[in-house]
């Protein structure tokens, strides 16, 4: 049986198996740390950020990073010449809420198709976050207000007229 080495702050998770590593933060819509819970998991939401950032892979290849239950590929850190790749994904409005692992997988020097595995979880707003999220009720409640006050300035007007 393999070991992988995990080593967590109090917002990474960092996997290592021989001299290889991926440290996997994420970061709310506004740009801040999401903490790990009290499980060193991290529970995001969609629209959230995750950044991986991958060190003693094979040169110049590919990591390939999903998130599964409802498989959905987020993208591809690329390997420099030294072993090393950054890359940041948006969580998609796709994802269902729940239980998910947050998959890296790539060659190692001398080991192709190393997989990394990490559970996170989606919540799922609540119903007036997504209300009050939404553009288009932005811009209704936005002309609702303006609408709101031209009619009475509107009526005051034509009774001072009259």
Wanted: proline fraction near 5%; charge should be negative; glycine fraction near 8%.
């Amino acid at each position: 049986m393999t070991s992988v080495d995990v080593a967590t702050t109090l917002s990474s998770v960092s996997l290592g198996y021989e001299n290889a590593s991926v440290t996997v933060e994420c970061f709310d819509t506004n740009g801040n740390t999401i903490p790990l819970s009290s499980e060193a998991r991290f529970v995001v939401r969609r629209g959230d950020t995750v950044r991986v950032t991958a060190e003693g892979f094979a040169p110049d290849t590919a990591i390939n990073v999903a998130v599964f239950s409802d498989p959905t590929a987020l993208g591809v850190v690329t390997v420099d010449t030294s072993g090393n790749g950054r890359q940041q994904w948006t969580l998609p409005d796709t994802l269902s809420p729940g239980d998910h692992t947050l998959v890296a997988s790539g060659d190692l020097p001398g080991i192709t198709d190393t997989v990394f595995g990490l559970r996170i979880i989606v919540n799922s707003p609540s119903f007036a976050a997504r209300v009050f999220s939404s553009t288009a009720t932005r811009i209704v409640i936005a002309l609702g207000v303006v609408v709101g006050f031209i009619i009475p300035a509107t009526r005051r007007r034509r009774h001072a007229t009259a």
